[in-house]
């Protein structure tokens, strides 16, 4: 059965820390990974990595893939309190058959 | 393009009621997914459509559920009889897939159903 599992699944940090949260998979067909951030309402779209080893940055956001060992990361530096949400990964099977992660809850203290 | 559209918002009907969730996707998206965000389950995709055609539904629970995209600018989910442990947060998400392939899906901003 194909999973994704997210680990940890909760966080709290302080303003200014740096996170680290990690997606591994098991998947019978592999297209892309993609990582969500979702707060009160719908997820939005963070990173799409499809090959091992190049990072993707986005501001205080990175992601990287290994296709290899099957897990991605996300990293946060400098968090801030908007930071705070739902951070989603989802493995996309094809044709964003996706399938979710639990997610890992960041909370982040002034 | 005001992203995709669901409604209504909120939704509270007693067990046994007939309900009806609608979505309308991104014009030019080919894909359309509905999935089910419960706090025990998460976020589980419950089927979609790629051109307006029905791919996988065997993320739908049971019978009772049914979803249909007649055109390709919306679609149903059909809960018929609800019960209680239907109550969710249902999001429809569209891609676009055939044209660009390893796209993002974009979401709606949700139903909250409540079943009492």
């Known amino acids: 059965e194909d999973k994704v599992v997210q680990s940890p699944l909760s966080l709290v940090v302080h303003e200014g820390d740096t996170v680290t949260l990690n997606c591994s998979y098991e998947v019978t067909n592999f297209r892309s990974l993609l990582w969500y951030k979702q707060e009160k309402k719908a997820p939005t779209f963070l990173f799409m990595l499809?090959?091992?080893?190049i990072e993707k940055k986005s501001g205080r956001l990175s992601s990287i893939l290994d296709k290899k060992e099957l897990f991605s990361i996300l990293n946060i530096t400098a968090t801030q309190t908007g930071d705070s949400a739902v951070y989603l990964c989802?493995?996309?099977?094809?044709?964003?058959?996706?399938?979710f992660g639990a997610g890992t809850r960041l909370t982040v203290k002034p | 393009d005001a992203g995709v559209i669901q409604s209504p918002r909120h939704e509270v009907t007693e067990m046994g009621q007939e309900v009806t969730l609608r979505c309308k996707p991104i014009?030019?998206?080919?894909?359309l997914f509905w999935y089910r965000q419960t706090m025990m389950r998460g976020l589980e995709l419950l089927i979609y459509f790629n051109n307006n055609v029905p791919i996988d539904d065997s993320g739908m629970p049971e019978d009772r559920f049914s979803a249909k995209m007649p055109n390709a600018s919306f679609s149903t989910l059909k809960i018929q009889p609800s019960e209680p442990r239907d109550s969710a947060v249902y999001f429809c998400a569209s891609s676009l897939v055939w044209d660009r392939p390893n796209t993002e899906a974009f979401f709606g901003q949700g139903t909250r159903l409540t079943v009492v």
């Open positions: 989802a493995v996309d099977r094809g044709n964003n058959d996706m399938r």
């Open positions: 499809t090959s091992s080893g």
């Open positions: 014009s030019g998206h080919n894909s």
